[in-house]
């Protein structure tokens, strides 16, 4: 029996940070609006795309038709095979080093550029400054990964407004894909305001900045967003493809990875071994931190995602959920030497975050999770196994370790 406040097709509840509803028929907004898939003619959202696009398309072809953001990782195969391929853009591609690098993730980001044959630049931030923010922002805000998700967001606008290129194509939105913040058709795009309240967690780069810390200008500078004025002369927006194809990351990998190569690898915490391979931390330490703070964790969204494409049962989802929230994150010892930190006081901080509406403390380091898969049943025992298939490993069978790039020392 579906517990109250959960969505009765999905796993997701009504407390989601990114803000759902759940309508008279106990189905949740994200469902909702993933209805659209069926129903909207995407040949007539691919028409529109081309039109959108058109205006921005070099005329002498001497030089670069958009901006689009990739890594090791996520949507980038699909997202380059798009624009690329199919809308026949010349894309800059921009990257930002997220220091935790696994190997797979440099192996992935190094063959998109040979097989796609596309520009890149990357970014990489002093990580003596960047050690010391993950330091704040773990403390005030419980993320080890504001650093990355800042860089990621901001260095593609940065660059749009350093080169003049006003097109910055983007992938899925996350707000329409997992909770039904908008509809396909209204064509949101990407701003300064979403980037603040969900990928920055309320905490622009200015806001770290404090007489209590050691941060300072010199360590925050290159996460700024431009300035409004900045974006207006150069009319630079973006966009996002899910809006005019329909999105489907486990079909699009499988497809990346028989036509171009892409490679995945398995995690202790999901069961998707198609996603974020690039790094050591986001499945392992980030995940863990989301479940302290939310109750739930990136399984549960892969779940969601699944049964809503009909791939998995609700109670196959819940299964899955199950076996893999509470697994230990691995990779401890990497970002623990890393950033020179006991991982007895990274335990201590991390602790510090855990939200009481999801943890009770029965006694010292003792926590029970209440969180939202605890007012399910036990789910379906035969919830398979198979549906995603590793092609490698995170570390490509060498010594486990954060591989350099940039300026990766210390």
Not at 323 to 352: K, S, Y
Request: include cysteine; charged fraction near 25%.
């Amino acid at each position: 029996m579906t517990a109250p406040n959960v969505c009765r097709r999905c796993l997701y509840h009504a407390s989601h940070p990114l803000g759902l509803t759940i309508d008279e028929e106990g189905i949740c907004s994200g469902c909702r609006v993933h209805e659209e898939k069926d129903r909207l003619d995407w040949e007539a959202r691919w028409r529109r795309l081309e039109e959108l696009v058109a205006p921005y398309r070099s005329r002498g072809g001497d030089t670069y038709d958009c901006i689009v953001p990739v890594s090791g990782a996520g949507d980038s195969y699909f997202l380059v095979h798009l624009v690329k391929e199919r809308l026949g853009l010349n894309p800059l591609l921009v990257s930002y080093n997220k220091y935790f690098n696994t190997p797979l993730g440099i192996r992935n980001l190094a063959n998109l550029r040979i097989r796609f044959n596309c520009d890149l630049i990357q970014q990489n931030v002093n990580p003596v400054s960047v050690k010391k923010i993950v330091r704040t922002t773990l403390r005030r805000l419980g993320s080890l990964y504001w650093p990355n998700l800042a860089g990621q967001t901001v260095f593609p606008v940065q660059t749009a407004v350093n080169y003049r290129i006003p097109l910055i194509i983007w992938g899925a939105h996350q707000g329409v894909e997992q909770v039904g913040m908008f509809s396909h058709e209204h064509e949101a795009e990407m701003t300064r305001r979403y980037r603040w309240d969900h990928d920055l967690m309320g905490a622009e780069a200015d806001d770290l900045l404090s007489i209590f810390d050691t941060l300072t200008e010199a360590d925050i500078w290159q996460y700024r967003y431009p300035a409004d004025a900045d974006l207006a002369e150069i009319g630079v927006r973006g966009i996002y493809l899910s809006n005019f194809v329909r999105w489907d990351p486990k079909a699009q990998h499988e497809q990346m990875m028989a036509t171009h190569d892409y490679r995945s690898a398995s995690f202790s915490r999901t069961f998707d071994c198609y996603d974020h391979v690039d790094c050591y931390n986001f499945m392992g330490l980030h995940d863990v931190l989301k479940l302290y703070k939310h109750g739930y964790s990136k399984v549960t969204d892969h779940a969601s995602r699944e049964i809503r494409h009909g791939r998995l049962t609700r109670d196959q989802a819940v299964a899955l959920v199950r076996r893999h929230e509470q697994a230990e994150p691995g990779h401890v010892d990497l970002f623990c030497d890393w950033l020179g930190i006991d991982p007895t006081g990274l335990a201590f901080m991390m602790n510090e975050h855990r939200n009481p509406a999801f943890w009770e403390e029965q006694a010292p380091g003792d926590w029970r999770f209440k969180g939202w898969s605890t007012q399910e049943g036990p789910g379906d025992p035969t919830a398979p196994t198979d549906l995603f298939r590793p092609t490698d490993q995170l570390n490509r069978g060498q010594a486990d370790r954060y591989i350099t790039v940039g300026k990766g020392y210390p």
